[in-house]
C-alpha cells in the first residue's frame, strides 16, 4: 500500500481541514457549469457543521429504517428520496414495501432534520469551494449505509473495491460522507482512503464528522473492510447539472 498518511484522527475535534489538489480531466468529458462545475478541486474533513448529537439522532433514523430490512451481506443500504432498501440479497422500496407503516417508523422531526443536515454540508462545500450553494443539487444516490464484518453475499456487499464517483455516476461533482459511528470504539477497520500516487491518506470516522471532497479521479477512494463492530454513515452527493438533481425525501 505504501506509505499510509491519517488526514484526520478519530480523536480530534477539526474545525476545518482542506487538502487541494490539481483537478483531474473526468470533468471535461461532461456539460460544464460556470461557477460550480469544480476548477478548484482537493478534499476536506470538518467536525464543525453537524454537532455528535444530532448525528446520533441522525443515526437513530438510519437504524429504524435498517430494521426493516437489511443485507444477508456485510452492507446494507438506506436511501430515503428513492426508497431503495436492502433486503436479503435484493433491495425493496421502502414506501411500496411497507405502505402505511413507513409512518410509524419515521416522523417529520426526522426528515426535516436529514433536510437541515443536508443544507449545511452543501452550504460548506460551496463555501470551501468558493462556488454559489444555490448553483448545487442533490443527486443520486444519496443513502444511508451500514456496514459490519459479516461476509459479502453478493457484489452490492463489497464496498472496499477503490473507485471514482464522477465515473461511477456520471451526476457527482462533489461527495460528502456524514459519519454517524465513530472508528475504533463502535467498529474495528472501516477507515475512508484516499488512494494517491506516492501514499494512502485515512480519514477515520467519528460521529458527526463530515468528509467532501471533488468527486473525479483526483479522488480515488475506498473503504476498509469493517472487522468489527458496525459502521454508519451517511453518503450525500451533489451535481452541477440541474437535469440530475433530486428533491429532499418527504413523508407520504
Same mark, same amino acid.
Given at each position: 500500500?505504501?506509505?499510509?498518511?491519517?488526514?484526520?484522527?478519530?480523536?480530534?475535534?477539526?474545525?476545518?481541514?482542506?487538502?487541494?489538489?490539481?483537478?483531474?480531466? /473526468?470533468?471535461? !468529458?461532461?456539460?460544464?457549469?460556470? =461557477?460550480?462545475?469544480?476548477?478548484?478541486?482537493? *478534499?476536506?474533513?470538518? +467536525?464543525? $457543521?453537524?454537532?455528535?448529537?444530532?448525528?446520533?439522532?441522525?443515526?437513530?433514523?438510519?437504524?429504524?429504517?435498517?430494521?426493516?430490512?437489511?443485507?444477508?451481506?456485510?452492507?446494507?443500504?438506506? /436511501?430515503?428520496? !428513492?426508497?431503495?432498501?436492502?433486503? =436479503?440479497?435484493?433491495?425493496?422500496?421502502?414506501? *411500496?414495501?411497507?405502505? +402505511?407503516? $413507513?409512518?410509524?417508523?419515521?416522523?417529520?422531526?426526522?426528515?426535516?432534520?436529514?433536510?437541515?443536515?443536508?443544507?449545511?454540508?452543501?452550504?460548506?462545500?460551496?463555501?470551501?469551494?468558493?462556488?454559489?450553494?444555490? !448553483?448545487?443539487?442533490?443527486?443520486?444516490?444519496?443513502?444511508?449505509?451500514?456496514?459490519?464484518?459479516?461476509?459479502?453475499?453478493?457484489?452490492?456487499?463489497?464496498?472496499?473495491?477503490?473507485?471514482?464517483?464522477?465515473?461511477?455516476?456520471?451526476?457527482?461533482?462533489?461527495?460528502?460522507?456524514?459519519?454517524?459511528?465513530?472508528?475504533?470504539?463502535?467498529?474495528?477497520?472501516?477507515?475512508?482512503?484516499?488512494?494517491?500516487?506516492?501514499?494512502?491518506?485515512?480519514?477515520?470516522?467519528?460521529?458527526?464528522?463530515?468528509?467532501?471532497?471533488?468527486?473525479?479521479?483526483?479522488?480515488?477512494?475506498?473503504?476498509?473492510?469493517?472487522?468489527?463492530?458496525?459502521?454508519?454513515?451517511?453518503?450525500?452527493?451533489?451535481?452541477?447539472?440541474?437535469?440530475?438533481?433530486?428533491?429532499?425525501?418527504?413523508?407520504?
Amino acid at each position: 500500500d505504501g506509505v499510509t498518511e491519517v488526514l484526520a484522527h478519530r480523536s480530534e475535534h477539526l474545525p476545518d481541514k482542506f487538502v487541494e489538489i490539481p483537478c483531474s480531466e /473526468d470533468y471535461d !468529458s461532461h456539460k460544464r457549469f460556470e =461557477g460550480c462545475t469544480p476548477r478548484k478541486c482537493g *478534499r476536506g474533513v470538518t +467536525d464543525a $457543521v453537524i454537532t455528535r448529537e444530532e448525528a446520533e439522532r441522525i443515526r437513530r433514523i438510519a437504524e429504524r429504517g435498517l430494521s426493516l430490512g437489511g443485507s444477508d451481506g456485510g452492507a446494507s443500504i438506506l /436511501d430515503l428520496h !428513492s426508497g431503495a432498501l436492502s433486503l =436479503g440479497k435484493h433491495f425493496v422500496n421502502l414506501y *411500496r414495501y411497507f405502505g +402505511d407503516k $413507513v409512518q410509524d417508523i419515521f416522523t417529520e422531526e426526522d426528515f426535516a432534520l436529514y433536510r437541515d443536515v443536508r443544507q449545511r454540508i452543501q452550504q460548506r462545500i460551496a463555501q470551501v469551494f468558493g462556488i454559489s450553494s444555490s !448553483s448545487l443539487y442533490l443527486t443520486k444516490p444519496t443513502f444511508f449505509s451500514r456496514m459490519n464484518s459479516t461476509a459479502a453475499r453478493t457484489t452490492h456487499d463489497e464496498y472496499w473495491h477503490p473507485h471514482v464517483d464522477k465515473v461511477t455516476y456520471g451526476s457527482f461533482d462533489y461527495t460528502s460522507l456524514l459519519y454517524l459511528s465513530d472508528y475504533s470504539s463502535d467498529f474495528g477497520g472501516g477507515r475512508f482512503v484516499f488512494l494517491d500516487a506516492q501514499s494512502n491518506r485515512t480519514v477515520e470516522p467519528r460521529a458527526g464528522r463530515v468528509s467532501f471532497f471533488t468527486s473525479g479521479s483526483e479522488n480515488l477512494h475506498r473503504v476498509e473492510k469493517v472487522l468489527w463492530g458496525t459502521r454508519f454513515a451517511l453518503t450525500v452527493s451533489f451535481t452541477c447539472d440541474p437535469a440530475h438533481g433530486i428533491s429532499d425525501p418527504a413523508l407520504g
